[in-house]
């Protein structure tokens, strides 16, 4: 993910998910890949944004709290978040915030 998230105006909600991940792939970049196109499809996603270094960061856009909850709930996103536990994470963090105002230099 190379640009930043293109949301509207505030309020609207952020995950924030917060990773270190095993050694090895194990299948983790495919699923990964798939678990960006499958949230686009997700009623209520406005966007997403990614980095990895050593330290994962992606932040999810969605419109309410009610999305994320369908989200949480999607069952290949439940195999991800149960891979994630058993393979491919070795600590992560899930942080839930109402954004409230955002700002910016748009390109």
Same mark, same amino acid.
């Given at each position: 993910? =190379?640009?930043?998230?293109? =949301?509207?105006e505030p309020p609207y909600y952020a995950v924030i998910f917060t %990773?270190?991940? =095993? #050694?090895?792939? +194990?299948?983790?970049? /495919?699923?990964? &890949?798939?678990?960006?196109?499958? +949230?686009?499809?997700?009623?209520?996603?406005?966007?997403? &944004? %990614? /980095?990895r270094n050593e330290l994962g960061v992606t932040v999810s856009y969605? &419109? %309410?709290?009610?999305?994320?909850?369908?989200?949480?709930?999607?069952?290949?996103?439940? &195999? +991800?978040?149960?891979?994630?536990? %058993? #393979?491919?994470?070795? =600590?992560?963090?899930?942080?839930? +915030?109402? /954004?409230?105002?955002?700002?910016?230099?748009?390109?």
């Amino acid at each position: 993910m =190379t640009r930043i998230a293109n =949301t509207p105006e505030p309020p609207y909600y952020a995950v924030i998910f917060t %990773s270190i991940r =095993t #050694d090895g792939d +194990a299948g983790y970049g /495919v699923m990964a &890949e798939r678990m960006v196109d499958l +949230a686009a499809q997700q009623p209520g996603f406005l966007g997403l &944004e %990614s /980095v990895r270094n050593e330290l994962g960061v992606t932040v999810s856009y969605w &419109e %309410s709290l009610e999305a994320i909850k369908r989200w949480k709930a999607n069952v290949e996103h439940r &195999e +991800a978040q149960r891979l994630g536990r %058993s #393979d491919w994470y070795a =600590t992560f963090k899930v942080r839930i +915030a109402r /954004v409230e105002r955002d700002y910016g230099l748009d390109a």
